[in-house]
Every structure is written in C-alpha cells, then in structure tokens.
C-alpha cells in the first residue's frame, strides 16, 4: 500500500516540530543534567552552596556571602547591635540580604558618606575600646556587593581582644584562632589577604563548644 505524502504546506512545521523536540531535550534536559551531574561529582561543596555547617550538621550561613552577628533583640524596632562576642562585617548597605545586593552608589565627596563614616568609626572604636584613628578602612566602609564576607586581617585582630573578653577567652588564643584563618593574595599577587569572618566565627563556635 503506497505511502500518503503529506502535504506540501505541513513539511516545513513537521521539520521545525522535530527540531523543537530534539533541542528541547538536548538543551533542556541532557545539557542540564550533565553540568549538574559534572558539579555535584567534583564540585559539590559549591555547587550546594559552599554552605557551613555546625558538628551536628545544621546549616548555618554560607562561606560566600557576609552575615551580621547582633544581639538578640527584645522588642520591635530599633537597630540591631553588634554582639561583642562575635567577629563583626563590614558595614553593608544591603543588610547582608542576597535578595537586594548592591552598594550605597554615593560618591566619596558626599557629604553623607562622609558622615555615615564618622559615625561608623565611632562605633566601632567604642565597641572595640581602640582609638577611631587606627580603625582599619573596611571596617567603616560597605562593599560593592553588600555581600562580602571578607574583612582585613587588620580588623579582625583589632576585634580578638574584644572577643576575648566577651567570652573569657585568653587573647592569645583568639589571635591564634585568627592567624588560622587569615588568607593570602590570590595567586600569590592578586587583591590582598583577608579573613573570612563568616569561617572564623564558625571555627571560634567549634572551638568553644569543643571545650564544653
């Protein structure tokens, strides 16, 4: 029995019909699992995240993206504190909230950013008991991103004897703590060494707990 031939006219929709389907299931589904599949093999720490955990395995922020460490608040309203036990951020005009990344956009000649500096150092050399002359510059000023988690080595030891107190800790010791986690240039050339203040307060937390 012979074939029906399809009518001129439906070829070209049958021909563009099958290359719908075919990249459709490259594309949209073979292309996709085979990243995921590539990432979560020899990637998976980052490509879940790269999210921090506690000893017992409970979540607790992500090693890419800054937090705040305030005191509890005891009532609606009111700006949050920063918990003197805890390595404090720098400041960020995103609140740390990755939904609203972004940076305050105002210029260094604006006289608002020249205020909200001043009064950031004052904060901060009161919170740390340290001159506002020898407060470290990230520690008054916000990322690009809001997002950073990064702070200066500077900063961070200017903090240890803060933490120390707040917890009763030896100073050394929580200057040991910090030389631990103090990360070189990238490359050995690029940017400039940093601290990762979300890692460190998770390693001051295990040690902390590991001495019961």
Do not use: C, K
């Amino acid at each position: 029995m012979a074939r029906t031939a399809l009518p001129r006219v439906l070829r070209p929709h049958l021909a563009a019909l099958r290359m719908l389907l075919v990249l459709t299931a490259v594309t949209g589904a073979g292309y996709p699992l085979l990243v995921t599949g590539i990432a979560q093999a020899g990637f998976a720490d980052r490509a879940n995240g790269s999210l921090l955990t506690t000893d017992q395995g409970r979540p607790v922020g992500s090693r890419l993206i800054g937090q705040e460490f305030p005191l509890p608040r005891h009532g609606p309203g009111g700006a949050a504190r920063p918990d003197p036990a805890w390595f404090q951020p720098r400041p960020s005009a995103a609140g740390y909230d990755p939904a609203r990344s972004g940076a305050t956009d105002l210029g260094p000649t604006n006289p608002a950013l020249t205020e909200a500096v001043r009064a950031r150092r004052a904060a901060v050399a009161a919170l740390d008991g340290v001159p506002p002359a020898s407060v470290p510059a990230d520690a008054v000023t916000a990322s690009g991103s809001g997002l950073d988690p990064a702070i200066s080595p500077a900063y961070a030891y200017q903090q240890a004897p803060r933490v120390g107190r707040a917890r009763r800790l030896a100073p050394a010791r929580v200057r040991e703590v910090v030389a631990r986690h103090v990360h070189g240039r990238a490359l050995g050339f690029l940017g400039q060494p940093y601290v990762n203040v979300v890692e460190l307060n998770q390693a001051l937390a295990d040690a902390l707990r590991a001495r019961g």
